[in-house]
């Protein structure tokens, strides 16, 4: 394996650090890994794939945790500030990843850094200092039990202001199951991913340099880069406006009328929707801009303050729909600044704010149903619309006292702990969500970031992407017709694509708007294949791509994630959604009422177009086409694996807890 | 070059103006024909001030693959600080950001007057851009103490002194932000 100097667009090396020993070893990135994973999200499948054997305790020092920034992240090119997290998730069991934006990811690559990965188990709390001067691992003594914001600042007051920051708040120190990597201190990636950091005690990794990043002809790179950004500008496709001023709050006002969505049952009547809709949260909360990722031309985040009410004071970035919608409209609340004082806890102390409202959510189900009652909760009476009981309970969540160690495990956890709550558990894997057809063969649990186009598109969009699409996949079904026929196909090409998106470090939203086509140089409905992105890519590096060479990674990746989760004990029966999931009334890709009998022969469908077996496991002949014989190699020396069960879970007591409640 | 008080064309090396007579000192200072790169007044009121920078750094990129081949945000000229946590945490009643760039000071520019090195620091012909030339710059930081606005400082890594140059009369920072509070502008 040799590696090219001449290769453009990667940093061209890999930082392993094992905390165990205190050692930081640099890796070069080849040739055969960066042209087969291109990187971010590509290189976290393969690295956990090598280094993480089946059926560990995600907790424990040998599991691992990887952090990459995209191949284009750290370039000029536009809106691909992004940072993909990997881990053995502690919150599902499978391979756990998420996908950030933030300055931070862009300082990894000036550092000098594709990719970084952290093994062991420091005896003390560290962190982890990169600059010019190299790579330190550092007592984080005075760090450890501050909040993710406090952590960013003395970081960056200690170490210069060109440092930006990653890292846990209080919830991952207190290895909650719920808690996430905070990046820039308000940016989320990976519910699960904060307990893995906490495990390892690692606080926080400080980063900044001047590498330069090679780049093959960067002249027209840049002038590349700029048309992107024109033509980012000149975006007319629907929603992009919107979405320019609102980000993903916008969904306050498009989602309600999909039946399905989220938690039906308690949705809020019509007259408290209003409330949430994005002008009046803007005109009651917004102070001002403040856009997300490095080299963004969207600006899709703001700062928020709460000036009246018992949650006065509360200032925080980055309010998101994903963040909130089951604190608010799952749990009847529309008491919109317990909202943003919800989503300032949770940047403070580390959480995922869909995972840990997920929780409540699940709760306050159970409480409803007699499963839980006062004396389980601490004499917290969890009503609809209670958002006392909703603070309150987060504080709890994020320091694991009383009740909140339970809500801690996570929505598909928590039902192990509880009594009779089982016939009663939700989603796939153990992440809550509407089990919609598109979502639920996401390879992190269910998931609707596989899969934007199939439903937010327009019907025009929509039918020019199957015309082009049609030609390159000829049993692709209407897109616009009732029923599953040929809609595999669709998630197929575009589990892909976003795949390969999240190797980019390209945000999903860019220059497509919120409602259509996600590209990178290209629209997408036109050119389906992304030949547009495999030019930019050979100019780039320097290598010749072609787009469905790029795909076919893509493909690659999606495949290595799934034989992950094999490992893990995942399969047909594991891949359905929970019994009481499996009523949709609208499902956003069959367009129609879909039911169990729907659902499995949904599966059988997808399963034939992916080439994989009747159990969905990657067949030899499937892995063998994509470069991966070594792992059909394992596949069948060690099937079968024990069935899927959920992570192992600590005796409750076992955990860390504690800490200050924080007054942000 | 153009004459440093009426601002007309004049050729290089003449010793008197010929339209208005005005004697050229030196060529360090400069009083016309001098532009500039300004945050805009922007259109977001928060707490009595008014920003529209959006912290995304867009400028920083684009600057610093215009000047050094690849994107490096330490190494850009314009240099966007945000200050949100102070703001989160209650330590400022703002969250303006710092923008720090050069003003290109016209008339004795303190970073100039500082600088005992001849020829190391320049005025450009076409926009007034204060320059500092590598070769003669002797890397001593007097303009860095000088400049009231921490508008230039030295790299470490580069071994040399970094300052907005104007991209020679075509500013991209101006062009690439997305929200358009950047400006090229003549100040004098
Ligand atoms: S570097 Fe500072 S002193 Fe010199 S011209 Fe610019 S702003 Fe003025
Ligand atoms: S004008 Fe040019 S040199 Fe000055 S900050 Fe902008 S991009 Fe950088
Ligand atoms: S490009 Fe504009 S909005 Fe973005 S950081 Fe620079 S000045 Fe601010």
Redesign the pocket.
């Known amino acids: 394996m040799q590696q090219s100097n001449k290769r453009g667009g990667w940093a061209g090396k890999i930082l392993k650090i094992d905390l165990t020993a205190g050692k930081v070893v640099e890796e070069p990135v080849t040739d055969e890994l960066a042209y087969s994973f291109l990187g971010g999200r590509g290189f976290d499948a393969k690295f956990l794939w090598d280094m993480v054997r089946p059926g560990i305790d995600p907790l424990a020092p040998e599991a691992v945790l990887t952090l990459g920034a995209g191949l284009l992240t750290g370039t000029v090119y536009p809106e691909c500030g992004r940072v993909n997290v990997g881990c053995l998730s502690p919150l599902t069991g499978i391979y756990g990843f998420g996908n950030s934006g933030g300055w931070w990811p862009t300082r990894l690559k000036a550092a000098g850094y594709d990719h970084i990965i952290i093994t062991g188990r420091s005896p003390k709390p560290v962190y982890v200092l990169i600059n010019d001067d190299g790579v330190e691992i550092k007592d984080a003594g005075d760090i450890w039990g501050k909040t993710t914001t406090e952590t960013e600042k003395i970081l960056r007051d200690k170490h210069g202001r060109d440092v930006r920051v990653a890292g846990i708040g209080p919830a991952g120190e207190n290895l909650v199951r719920t808690a996430t990597t905070i990046v820039d201190a308000s940016y989320s990636a990976h519910g699960g991913s904060g307990a893995v950091w906490g495990s390892k005690n690692l606080k926080a990794i400080a980063v900044t340099g001047t590498k330069k990043i090679h780049i093959h002809d960067p002249q027209t790179f840049y002038d590349l880069a700029k048309q992107e950004i024109k033509r980012i500008r000149e975006c007319t496709r629907q929603g992009e406006a919107e979405y320019k001023k609102y980000g993903t709050l916008i969904l306050y006002k498009w989602l309600p009328k999909y039946v399905g969505h989220g938690a039906d049952k308690r949705y809020l009547p019509p007259e408290e929707m209003d409330h949430l809709q994005p002008e009046n949260l803007f005109e009651k909360y917004c102070v001002g801009y403040h856009?997300a990722c490095s080299n963004c031309q969207e600006?899709c985040t703001y700062l928020w303050e709460v000036n009246v009410g018992p949650y006065a004071g509360t200032r925080t970035g980055a309010l998101r729909f994903g963040s909130t919608d089951y604190m608010t409209m799952g749990m009847g609340n529309a008491n919109t600044s317990s909202m943003v004082k919800f989503h300032s806890l949770c940047n403070q102390y580390g959480l995922c704010g869909k995972m840990a409202a997920t929780a409540l959510y699940f709760a306050l189900e159970l409480y409803e149903r007699g499963i839980l009652t006062k004396e389980d909760t601490d004499g917290i009476e969890i009503k609809a619309g209670d958002h006392e009981a909703i603070i309150e309970l987060t504080h709890m969540i994020a320091l694991r006292q009383g009740f909140g160690k339970i809500l801690g495990e996570g929505p598909g956890n928590m039902a192990r702990f509880i009594k009779d709550a089982y016939p009663y558990r939700h989603g796939v894997y153990g992440r809550i969500y509407t089990a919609l057809l598109p979502f639920i063969t996401s390879t992190r649990g269910t998931d609707h970031l596989g899969c934007l186009e199939t439903f937010t598109a327009t019907p025009e969009t929509r039918n020019k992407l199957h015309e082009n699409l049609v030609k390159i996949y000829p049993d692709l079904g209407p897109p616009m017709e009732p029923g599953i026929q040929g809609k595999t196909r669709l998630m197929f090409w575009e589990e892909h694509h976003k795949t390969v998106l999240d190797c980019m470090g390209r945000c999903f939203i860019a220059g497509g708007g919120i409602s259509g086509c996600p590209s990178i140089g290209y629209e997408l409905d036109e050119d389906p294949m992304g030949e547009g992105q495999a030019r930019l890519l050979t100019i780039l590096t320097g290598r010749e791509f072609t787009g469905a060479e790029i795909l076919k990674a893509g493909e690659r990746i999606f495949n290595l994630e799934r034989a992950f989760n094999v490992r893990q004990g995942a399969g047909r029966e594991s891949d359905m959604a929970a019994p009481a999931d499996q009523n949709i009334q609208f499902d956003w890709l069959a367009l129609g009422k879909v039911d169990g009998n729907i659902m499995r022969q949904y599966l059988d469908q997808y399963y034939e177009t992916r080439g994989w077996d009747k159990d969905g496991v990657p067949t030899r002949a499937k892995l063998e086409e994509l470069g991966l014989g070594y792992v059909a190699d394992e596949l069948e020396a060690n099937r079968p694996y024990p069935p899927y069960q959920g992570p192992p879970l600590w005796p409750i007591d076992k955990y860390p807890s504690g800490g200050e409640r924080t007054k942000w | 070059m153009f004459c440093e008080k009426c601002g007309k064309e004049i050729t290089k090396g003449v010793a008197v103006c010929p339209s208005c007579g005005f004697q050229p000192t030196s060529s360090k200072v400069r009083l016309k024909n001098v532009w500039r790169v300004t945050?805009v007044e922007g259109q977001v009121p928060v707490n009595g001030f008014a920003t529209?920078?959006?912290?995304?750094?867009?400028?920083?990129h684009f600057c610093s693959h215009y000047h050094e081949g690849s994107a490096i945000p330490a190494l850009s000229r314009?240099v966007?600080d945000p200050t949100e946590f102070d703001w989160m945490m209650h330590n400022t009643d703002h969250h303006l950001?710092n923008?720090l760039i050069c003003r290109q000071c016209p008339g004795v520019a303190p970073c100039m007057a500082a600088c005992r090195v001849p020829n190391a620091m320049s005025r450009d012909d076409k926009t007034g851009a204060v320059l500092i030339d590598d070769e003669f710059c002797n890397r001593c930081r007097a303009c860095e103490r000088a400049c009231p606005y921490q508008a230039l400082w030295f790299s470490e890594s580069r071994d040399r002194m970094f300052k907005c140059d104007l991209c020679g009369g075509d500013p991209q920072?101006v062009q690439?932000?997305?929200?358009s509070?950047?400006k090229y502008e003549k100040i004098a």
């Open positions: 856009a600006n | 945050p529209d920078c959006v912290v995304c750094e867009t400028c920083m314009i966007i950001v923008r920072c690439v932000c997305p929200v509070c950047l």
